[in-house]
Structures are given as C-alpha cells and as structure tokens.
C-alpha cells in the first residue's frame, strides 16, 4: 500500500513538472520598466565610526528609482538622509586652544547622501526579484558634538561607494506595488575631526533597508 | 491608485518630519556637573612656584555680591589649594608675594552675563588683588548665560603685571556645583577633573 502511495505522489509529481515545463502559465508576471522605492533605514556604524556612535540607528529614510535599460540591468538613483546618535556620560573635550570640557556628550552625525546606481535584477519578470547593485556618489555629513548648551559641529562633503544586495518583491504577479528589501555596506571618504586628540577617517557602515516599492510597466 | 498615492505621500511627509537633524531635547541636555576650562597655551607654568588663597568666595547674585563661607565653600577652596600643591605650587600668605592668585566666584541664580575681559567692571569693589582691570592672555570663552550654581575659578597671574593688569592663566567653570543638590565629593571630585584636563598647569617644586 505504501509503495503504490509513494509511486502515485512520484507520478503525480512528475505529470505537474513535465505539464510547466510544456505550458507555462499566463501568470509569470511582467518585467518592469521602472520601479520607485520608498524604505526605512537602520544604519550600523563600522570602522572608525564605530569609536565616535556605536549605536544603530533607525532613524533614516531613502527613495529610490531604477530604470530598466537591457534584461535585468537598471540604472537609477538614490536620495536617503539619516542620524545616528549616541549619548556619553562624562567625557571630556578636548579643544585646540587650550579648552577642556567634561560633561555628558551627545555626539551625532546627520547625512544626506546622495548616489547613481547601477543594478543588476535577477528574474525581474518574477514576484520575487534578487538583484546587486553599486552605487557611486556622495554625502553631505554633519557632525555635532553637543555638550550641555554647546553645540560644536563640522560639515564635511564626501564620494562614496555603496554594493547593496536586495530584492524587489511585488505583491503579486501583476501587481504594480511591493516591498524593498536590501543591505548594503557604505565607504565614504567623510571624516571627523572635531577632537584636538583623535581623528576619524573613512567614515563606514551598513544599511538595512525595507520599504515599498511601485513598479511601472 | 489614488488613495495608495495619497498613503504614501502622508508616510513620506512622517517620515520627513521625524526625521528631523536634531535630536529631542530629552537626549541630548542633561543637567550634570559640566566641568569646562581654558588655560593659556603659551604660559610655561615651570615659570611659577607660589600661589596664595583667598579666605572666600565671591557670591553673585544679579548684580549683588556677597561671600560665600559655608562648609562647602571651605572644601571647594581647600581642593583647589591640594591640587595646585599636587602639581608642584608652594602655597604661600597674600602678603607673600605669590605668583598666583584666585578667584572663585559662585552664581547664585542663573542670569544673563556678558563673560570678556572687563566682566568684572560689573561687580564695583570686586578686586581681591588690589588691581583696577583684569585681562586675558587668550580669546575667553564668552557664556551668555549661567546656570544656578556655577563656580568660576580665576587663576590669575600676580609675577607678571602689566599696567596694571593681572593676567588670567588658567580658568574653570564648574555648572551647577553650589546649588545644595551636589555632595562634598561631587565638589572635590570636580576641581579634580578641572586639574585633570589640565595638564599643562604643573611646575617642578623648588628644593629648599
């Protein structure tokens, strides 16, 4: 009895293969011609960074377009501004003309960073499309370190690199709205320089982000 | 279509709002001792041997001046005293002659003051070294507002006095300390951090 229910589950099995292999439904779903994203971002400080917030911090949001040139292969933009921020009790500053100041430190750093991406989207006709990206650009950084009623603070500019890996999920086969969900690490050139005594060079770190995505056909 | 538009829009306009680059005034002002101090870079402090005390700390409140002579008056006075000793200063009498002097003045209520060399012209009779004007070696730091409480210590250069005018080497904020709210170890342990994030304020002591 065993047998016969095995080999009936193979049978069936392999009827259902052979038949999508044969016909392939009308429901495949569509590729693209442009997509929008709109995600939350939660950023983690690595590197150097790391020493000046360790925190992450979701304060963060970023859109998105990719334009469909060839199969898979997008170009596009993205526009995110971020803060991530720390709090330090008794730590003292150290000034370059001979001030010092210890209290409770609340260092952040707020950033507009702004890059062209070039993407590649694995099966961008499906519900669920896996893609990598690079994108090149750069930042407008400000760091502040602000102590009690003192705010002392820095603006830097900077080029950037950002791989990302990600995927575009729609909400159905034909339907024009769905969820972002990438990761990607970030290089910039920024650094911090505010203390007399330390510097903080090549600013770093990842990003996750999840958001909802319109596709355009 | 138009409502999903529409959802986004007012998610992203949440989003942006709070967002914003600052970040709540909650997280970012505590109201804790603040130690802040400014020495003259181009003083060589090995120049100095001796340093006299006053008996007092000038009180201020609005335009007002008092002294202030309680217990924690006394061990305020007594810490600077230890510190100067432990980095090398002789304590000697007023009459003595001492290379330098202090200040220390408390704030009694939190008031609106323009701190820059001629500040004290604002308190009449407040010249405990017998000089008309006191001057600054460096940009002073200029506090447009001081918290209840706040100390200001003056080191004050009496070796080297020009026109007239006694030179500030070395000076120390310290927000909040006298309001009663703060231990005799909260007062000592901060004139040691001033001392602390000044290193630069050492002699070596004379041999006798």
């Not at chain 1, 009895?1 to 999508?20: D, E, H, N, P, W």
């Not at chain 1, 720390?86 to 260092?107: M, V």
């Not at chain 1, 705010?151 to 830097?156: E, G, P, V």
């Not at chain 1, 990761?183 to 903080?200: A, G, H, M, V």
Request: with cysteine.
């Amino acid at each position: 009895m065993k047998k016969i229910l095995l080999m009936l589950t193979v049978f069936v099995c392999m009827t259902g293969m052979a038949r999508s292999q044969d016909n392939p439904p009308a429901s495949l779903g569509y590729s693209p011609s442009s997509y929008y994203t709109f995600s939350w971002n939660t950023t983690f400080s690595i590197g150097d960074f790391n020493k000046w917030v360790g925190n992450a911090s979701p304060a963060g949001f970023d859109i998105g377009g990719r334009y469909f040139i060839k199969g898979g292969l997008a170009a596009g933009f993205n526009i995110s501004w971020q803060r991530i921020g720390q709090t330090y009790e008794h730590e003292t500053y150290y000034g370059t003309s001979g001030q010092a100041l210890t209290a409770t430190n609340y260092r952040f750093t707020w950033m507009v960073p702004f890059t062209g991406v070039i993407a590649y989207h694995l099966m961008a006709d499906k519900t669920v499309s896996p893609y990598v990206s690079l994108g090149i650009g750069g930042d407008y950084m400000e760091h502040h370190l602000l102590i009690q009623e003192y705010d002392i603070y820095k603006t830097r500019w900077d080029f950037s690199l950002t791989p990302e890996i990600g995927a575009l999920i729609k909400f159905g086969n034909f339907a024009q709205w769905g969820a972002i969900v990438a990761f990607n690490y970030k290089w910039t050139t920024n650094q911090i320089d505010l203390y007399n005594d330390r510097e903080i060079k090549n600013l770093q770190m990842l990003d996750l982000k999840v958001g909802v995505a319109l596709t355009i056909r | 279509m138009k409502t999903k538009l529409l959802i986004l829009i007012a998610f992203g306009w949440l989003a942006f709002t709070s967002c914003s680059k600052y970040p709540p005034a909650s997280s970012r002002v505590a109201e804790d001792l603040a130690i802040y101090t400014q020495v003259d870079v181009n003083t060589d402090f090995n120049n100095y041997k001796t340093f006299s005390m006053p008996n007092t700390i000038v009180y201020i409140d609005g335009k007002d001046t008092s002294t202030l002579n309680n217990s924690n008056a006394t061990v305020l006075l007594n810490r600077i005293a230890l510190d100067m000793k432990n980095r090398g200063f002789e304590q000697i009498a007023n009459t003595g002659k001492p290379d330098f002097g202090f200040n220390v003045t408390a704030i009694k209520t939190t008031t609106t003051t323009v701190y820059s060399p001629g500040w004290y012209y604002g308190y009449p009779g407040y010249y405990p070294w017998g000089y008309p004007s006191y001057g600054y070696p460096y940009y002073p730091t200029y506090i447009s507002s001081y918290s209840a409480g706040t100390v200001i210590i003056d080191l004050v250069d009496l070796k080297n006095v020009v026109n007239n005018t006694i030179m500030v080497r070395w000076n120390a904020f310290i927000r909040g300390l006298v309001t009663n709210m703060h231990t005799q170890t909260e007062i000592t342990n901060s004139v040691d951090q001033a001392f602390k994030q000044t290193p630069s304020l050492i002699t070596t002591p004379v041999t006798k």
